[in-house]
């Protein structure tokens, strides 16, 4: 006899961080018999969240905010009973490992540096409104900050970078995803040889990007500071970029800089170009944004996309010209390919759908696809409407109560099997990110999920084509070559760049007005 | 700016505040880190935190 339970358990004052916390219910989620988990700190929004799921129990109820809470709802009490149990087991495994290794479990960032004195970084990604108050506190023990905390108020930012300054130090953030400071990966950072670029980043995804095409042409960095998307306002006036850049230039191991960033205000632009001027040493600045144009000025090159900055900087590194590319392969082998494409899709099948885990690389997408195809619909841009879509899967409103889509493909395949649907969409446009902090297996998580909307189309007498590229190294843990096997077996048609991809995508959409703006007249 | 370039010529070592992910991950690269058992000051009210840190209440262990 069975019949469906709730049960919660409420664990007082018993701090995880959400990333745990997900991670654990999804764990859960996937028990015998289990409908439904949660695993959260009982936070007014976390309340919400669990109310709308219907598992708001009593329990749930009068825990407060420092309390862990669990709920499980199951087809019968002793699944639940299970779940409850595998979730003590998890928290036990944790607190035994912690507490095996022998070490010290400092509940403070001075008690921190008391065990470890020599300490000179202090990487902070606790919840957003808290961190300025660390981040202070360890700029004030003159340490270096990397804030992956977001929503920090502008104030703040500014205060911080202000007091960073003053003493010298970094503050990279908030909002840093990728840092990478003598060879070590910081946050989601790929496995990246040593070598002599240098980096100051506004963008994580974007960072990943670049270093990574950059690998793959046997080029390596010396440091990739970020400095969190705001820098470069009028508000924060660069002081990071300007800070970083700095540092960079008087680094023996940097021969070439990289910058990479959204259009700057134009007074910060001029202030930032000064000063790459000033460091005489080649400069590459990758702006996105709809109105850049690549340019040559001296030792200073402007680009308008991530892969660009890469071959625009191995150009300058060998002392060539760049002459800005495309594609990679043969403008013949693209229009064939994409012409044959075109041809196991229905007549009404013209749209592009868009499903990105990086917030950069969705960016750079809607900058590449709309001069081609025209508007797109995009959660970038509130309120913009068009036939194609660009999803940024990594935002706030799709990661409320959920895994942030590098980590868990949970909400990316839900979107997948959703876009397959529509009877207008031609392709799915995926990035595919590996590296420190990415899951596990990034491309066997999407896999099935496009196996499945593809034979659905077949069934239909249609088919959908799938097209990624995917940001690894072949150091990276997850293996470049096998995640792009495992796609290309799938059907996917992997591009080398998040911008190839984007312009294959145009060409499969757009047809031949779009094939000959890009890869010129051609046969027939 | 001497901070940067002497951070440059050292071994990075890393205290690590919020997700312990991060901090695994530098530990399996043989980074020296720390990991901070942090949990929300002032019972996890961000307005009552900030009024405290701007007293310069710490509330410290």
Redesign the interface.
């Known amino acids: 006899m069975t019949a469906e339970t709730i049960r919660a358990v409420v664990k007082p004052s018993a701090y995880q961080d959400s990333v745990t916390l997900l991670l654990l219910a999804r764990q859960l989620r996937s028990g015998t018999g289990v409908l439904e988990a949660a695993a959260l700190m009982a936070t007014p929004a976390n309340r919400e969240l669990l109310a709308q799921s219907g598992l708001f129990t009593p329990e749930a109820a009068a825990a407060g905010v420092n309390d862990l809470v669990i709920v499980i709802r199951a087809d019968s009490a002793a699944a639940a009973d299970a779940a409850l149990a595998q979730a003590e087991a998890f928290f036990t495994a944790r607190q035994k490992r912690l507490e095996g290794a022998g070490r010290a479990l400092p509940r403070t960032l001075e008690s921190a540096r008391r065990h470890l004195p020599d300490a000179n970084l202090v990487v902070i990604s606790v919840p957003g409104p808290f961190a300025a108050r660390e981040a202070r506190k360890a700029l004030s023990l003159g340490l270096h900050v990397m804030l992956f905390s977001d929503n920090v108020a502008l104030e703040d930012e500014v205060a911080l970078k202000q007091l960073a300054v003053r003493k010298g130090l970094l503050l990279m953030g908030p909002d840093c995803g990728t840092a990478i400071l003598n060879g070590v990966p910081l946050g989601f950072a790929n496995a990246m040889p040593r070598g002599r670029v240098g980096f100051v980043a506004a963008s994580g995804t974007g960072l990943q990007q670049v270093t990574c095409l950059l690998a793959a042409r046997g080029e390596g960095v010396s440091q990739a500071i970020g400095v969190g998307g705001r820098d470069m306002t009028e508000k924060v006036g660069g002081l990071m970029t300007l800070q970083a850049l700095d540092a960079l230039g008087a680094d023996p191991a940097t021969e070439l800089i990289i910058v990479i960033g959204k259009p700057p205000a134009p007074a910060i632009r001029e202030r930032v170009e000064a000063r790459l001027r000033a460091l005489k040493k080649p400069c590459v600045m990758a702006l996105l944004g709809r109105e850049v144009k690549a340019r040559q000025d001296g030792a200073l090159t402007t680009v308008a996309t991530l892969e660009d900055a890469s071959e625009a900087a191995i150009a300058m590194l060998h002392g060539m010209a760049w002459i800005p590319r495309p594609f990679s392969a043969p403008p013949g082998e693209i229009r064939g390919r994409v012409q044959a494409v075109r041809q196991t899709l229905a007549p009404e099948q013209r749209a592009v759908r868009a499903l990105y885990a990086g917030g950069t690389l969705a960016y750079e997408a809607v900058l590449i696809l709309e001069p081609l195809l025209g508007p797109i619909a995009t959660n970038l841009t509130p309120g913009s409407v068009g036939r194609h879509s660009v999803l940024d899967l990594g935002a706030d409103e799709f990661t409320v109560g959920r895994a942030h889509p590098m980590l868990d493909a949970t909400v990316r395949v839900e979107a997948i099997r959703r876009s397959a649907r529509e009877p207008d969409v031609a392709m799915l446009l995926l990035d595919v990110v590996l590296g420190h902090g990415a899951a596990a297996d990034p491309a066997g998580d999407l896999v099935p999920a496009i196996e499945a909307v593809r034979a659905e189309a077949r069934a239909q007498g249609r088919d959908l084509a799938v097209l990624a590229s995917v940001i690894g190294t072949a150091g990276d843990a997850q293996g470049l070559e096998a995640q792009v096997a495992r796609l290309e077996a799938a059907g996917v048609w992997v591009l080398p760049s998040n911008a190839q991809a984007a312009r294959t995508a145009a060409c499969i959409a757009g047809g031949d007005p779009v094939m000959r703006s890009l890869l010129g007249p051609g046969e027939a | ?5 002497d ?2 010529r ?13 901090a695994l ?2 530990e399996r ?1 043989g ?11 002032a ?4 307005r009552k ?2 009024l405290l ?1 701007a007293l310069g209440d ?1 509330e ?2």
């Open positions: 700016m001497a901070g940067i370039r951070l440059f050292q071994e990075v070592r890393v205290i690590n505040l919020g997700l312990e992910a991060f991950e530098l690269l980074v020296p880190v720390i990991h901070v058992a942090w949990s929300p000051p019972g996890g009210d961000p935190a900030a840190a710490e410290e262990e």
